[in-house]
């Protein structure tokens, strides 16, 4: 016996130290700008295994290698332990880059790929750099990569990927991969007894059916498209562990797709049935219960054995809109002891805007005015304009946005903002034809660029315009005194019309910038159109850009008709926001002209004059550099140009003046945080430490957060008031599990942004003495376990050597006093099963504990503990 026990224990050891570590994972990013992304790697690793990295490094595919720092660490049951790193990278321009993370090794007894604890780990994605195609961040895959499947039973996952710019996903499996992103010699698929293979459009992985027990690992790749074209690839390597069981898993009821209007309400009834009568929960994947705004809401509604009824509830709004339908994922999951089994399902539903009213297409000289009813929702960012020559007669359907191409609509132009309900074709400027009938459609555009069913369809024709300002200067800024100097310069050309007099000269303001809500403010009688200035007062020019039109009228009697098409032009307004010791600029204006230049003048209280400070061609400035609580005043004078020859050219104009104080409102650094747990004491450390000096020295305290479980929320646990309390010891009773996190605050309350999430298991300990004599000595006489109050349950079985059970118990103190139907049993070598049921921070996790245990029956014999080697 004690032969045999040595070659089981070295077997144990060997598994034990080789079973390094590494069991799946994926990288994922998010698009920050033009060639800067932020890269995310998800590595799922084995807890008990010694390697654990806070580091891991990438190879971007463009020569260079960087190192990623992990965020996130927190254990899961069955010994998986989830660790997330984040990167950020600029690419040197555009390019397909392939993104390869590697570690040593995989995990110990892969079945599917040879000699797997001496193989390197890796992982990939393939990312296109092209500004021109827009921002675009990889899928998030809902579901973890590790599944559990059944000898001789189909298995199905699904990585539940979820786009979240609404790019179209196609799925393929590929082979795992070693060192430098490699394919692995001799990797094979897993044998099944019918299929092995993955749905392109549904990414379905189907194994129909396992036939050897054990690990496998497959790979697989999630394609994104966009516009017919593929713009990256996602490689996902995940882990099956396959066991054996007699159970029939549950079966779906039948499914349907969905077309959803925003604003509509959806409730979809769900059932499930099990063969086996086992009791059935159905859960539900999707990234419609992820989405920040208007989540759905997924609720089980009974349960009985063999039957369970649940239901999906949702409200989509606006911000869920998209192109691409979203996919649900359906899972009825049996709850049987030999093995739970799972029947997987999905269908979509889109998500559509409402279609826009369009209400008028009305000529206004060579242009074309169009209106449309206030969109039903702000968060939409303008509207697309199409025409074309003749009426049609679509008709969308429920399930069309936007316009189908065989209707030959051409996108005119874009009407930017929620707000915003009408728009001038002016055909690029060229101006229409008349004598043609012109038909209008519009779409509202979302963020993402998918736009709503389309709008109904008016036709219309046209008819001609002119006076061309030059300048809407603010000559005095105040809140009620303020003034406004317009100019335009004399219309010429006239006797082309003809046009021969007298004139008017109706004068339109409206305020803001969007000419919307034009009404007249004045006239000018002329015979000559020598008058070309108007000076308008009594306006709010503190708080207001305006913008004017100026209408030209043939006032003949009998004759009167316009002139051309309207000029229209605003005043330049500045709007400023204060930072700490800056002033940040954005300039407003909505002109015919460019401009091509903007001075910056900032007051200076010492000669009581404003002082030219800098000068850009851009919309934004920043003014650093500043004392905060000082105000400071500004005012910007542009110059620009009409582009067509023998336009004006270098017309100046001024700004309201404006002024703002400078203020702390900027955040301090975040604090590294670290936790360790004592187990002994039942407390958590928690220590943090800020490394720049300046940021140190701009904090003035720390608040401290914790949530005592994986899915919970943080609530505040400790406020410092001291920037130099750089440590905590949390007691947070019989359980030390838990998740912390930090920030920093300074004087003026900024906040900064909150650390990483650092959570800690519950402390794993249990024994069973491997001694026992129960001799009625009044010492050992009972068996009992070490154990805490994280131990909710065993299930405890001791065998004889022949086989035959002694003694079961759930009591985690075991409590045996070393008896067998009333006997003291025979002094022996007895072999133990215990699954043990603690609390973590999961939740309930089980383990299982085997091994020997000695019982002494002999007067005077004392409790030792044997090493078996």
Excluded at 90 to 97: L, N
Excluded at 143 to 166: E, R, T
Excluded at 226 to 254: F, H, L, S, W
Excluded at 778 to 794: F, H, M, P, Q, S
């Amino acid at each position: 016996m004690k032969y045999i026990l040595t070659i089981l224990l070295f077997f144990t050891f060997v598994i034990s130290s080789y079973s390094t570590h590494n069991r799946a994972g994926e990288i994922t990013y998010k698009q920050l700008s033009d060639l800067t992304y932020e890269i995310t790697i998800t590595t799922f690793t084995y807890v008990l295994s010694q390697a654990d990295r806070d580091f891991l490094d990438v190879d971007w595919g463009d020569g260079t290698i960087s190192t990623a720092s992990r965020i996130f660490k927190g254990q899961l049951p069955n010994y998986y332990q989830k660790n997330i790193y984040k990167i950020k990278h600029t690419f040197p321009g555009p390019g397909i880059y392939k993104l390869v993370v590697q570690d040593p090794n995989r995990n110990y007894g892969i079945v599917n790929i040879p000699n797997s604890v001496n193989v390197v780990f890796s992982i990939s994605t393939i990312l296109m750099v092209n500004p021109g195609m827009g921002l675009n961040s990889t899928p998030v895959l809902l579901n973890p990569p590790y599944d559990k499947a059944a000898l001789g039973y189909k298995f199905i996952h699904n990585p539940g990927a979820y786009d979240p710019d609404g790019d179209s996903l196609s799925y393929n499996l590929t082979i795992c991969t070693k060192e430098d992103g490699k394919p692995i010699e001799n990797y094979t698929y897993p044998p099944a007894s019918n299929a092995f293979y993955v749905d392109s459009i549904t990414g379905d992985l189907v194994w129909d059916a396992p036939t050897q027990l054990g690990f496998y690992n497959v790979a697989m790749e999630i394609n994104e498209w966009r516009n017919g074209i593929k713009i990256g690839i996602v490689v996902r390597d995940m882990q099956i562990e396959v066991y054996e069981t007699d159970n029939n898993p549950p079966v779906n009821g039948p499914l349907r797709d969905f077309c959803i209007e925003a604003g509509e309400s959806l409730e979809y009834e769900f059932t499930a049935t099990d063969p086996d009568n086992d009791l059935i929960t159905i859960l539900s994947t999707s990234g419609i219960y992820t989405l920040e705004e208007c989540p759905a809401v997924f609720d089980s509604i009974s349960a009985e054995p063999g039957f369970s009824r649940a239901r999906l509830t949702w409200i989509p709004c606006h911000e869920s809109v998209r192109n691409q339908p979203y996919d649900v994922l359906i899972k009825a999951e049996d709850n049987n002891d030999d093995l739970e089994l799972v029947d997987l399902d999905n269908f979509r539903i889109k998500v559509l805007g409402p279609a826009p009213v369009l209400t008028d297409a009305s000529p206004a000289g060579n242009y074309m005015r169009l209106g449309w009813e206030l969109y039903g929702s702000d968060y939409i960012t303008g509207f697309n304009i199409y025409r074309r020559e003749g009426a049609t007669d679509f008709q969308p359907d429920s399930c069309t946005n936007g316009i189908p191409p065989q209707y030959e609509f051409v996108k005119v132009g874009f009407a930017e903002g929620a707000s915003t309900v009408n728009f001038i074709d002016t055909n690029e400027g060229e101006g229409l034809e008349t004598g043609v009938e012109y038909a209008y459609r519009i779409v509202a555009v979302y963020p993402n660029g998918t736009e709503s069913k389309s709008s109904n369809e008016i036709s219309s024709a046209l008819v001609s315009g002119v006076p061309l300002i030059t300048n809407v200067s603010v000559t005095n800024t105040g809140l009620t005194d303020g003034e406004i100097f317009v100019a335009w310069t004399k219309p010429d050309q006239l006797d082309t019309i003809p046009a021969a007099g007298p004139y008017e000269y109706i004068i339109y303001r409206s305020e803001g910038h969007s000419g919307n809500g034009f009404v007249p403010i004045d006239s000018i009688q002329t015979s000559d159109l020598n008058d070309t200035t108007y000076i308008d007062n009594q306006l709010n020019t503190l708080e207001l850009g305006y913008i004017y039109k100026i209408e030209l009228y043939n006032d003949s009697p009998g004759d009167r008709f316009l002139i051309g098409e309207p000029g229209v032009a605003s005043s330049m307004f500045i709007e400023l926001s204060p930072g700490d010791r800056k002033v940040r600029f954005v300039i407003r204006r909505n002109v015919p002209w460019v401009n091509y230049r903007y001075d910056i003048f900032r007051w200076n209280d010492a000669t009581s004059t404003f002082d030219s400070i800098a000068n850009t061609n851009l919309l934004e400035y920043v003014d650093t550099e500043l004392v905060n609580g000082q105000e400071y005043c500004y005012y910007i004078r542009s110059t620009g140009s009409y582009q067509s020859p023998g336009l004006p050219q270098d017309m100046v104009n001024l700004s309201q003046e404006a002024c703002t104080v400078p203020i702390d409102n900027e955040p301090p650094c975040t604090p590294s945080l670290n936790v360790s747990s004592n187990c002994d004491s039942l407390y958590n450390h928690i220590t943090w430490s800020v490394d720049d000096p300046d940021c140190f020295e701009d904090i003035v305290g720390y608040r401290l957060f914790y949530k005592d479980d994986f899915d919970g929320d943080l609530s505040l646990l400790m406020v410092f008031e001291d920037r130099n309390i750089l440590d905590y010891i949390h007691y947070p009773g019989e359980i030390v599990a838990g998740c912390y996190a930090i920030l920093a605050f300074d004087a003026a309350g900024n906040e900064s942004p909150l650390s990483l999430v650092i959570c800690v298991d519950s402390c794993n300990y249990y024994e069973i003495p491997n001694v026992f004599t129960p001799n009625n000595d009044g010492i050992n006489d009972i068996l009992r376990a070490k154990t805490t109050g994280l131990v909710e349950k065993v299930n405890f079985r001791l065998f004889s050597r022949g086989g035959m059970l002694v003694y079961q118990t759930e009591e985690p103190r075991l409590n045996w006093n070393g008896t067998y139907k009333g006997s003291i049993v025979n002094p022996g070598v007895y072999f133990y099963q215990c699954d043990v049921y603690e609390r973590r921070i999961t939740g309930l996790e089980e383990y299982s504990l085997s091994g020997f245990i000695h019982v002494i029956t002999e007067k005077g014999a004392e409790p030792v503990n044997v090493e078996y080697k």
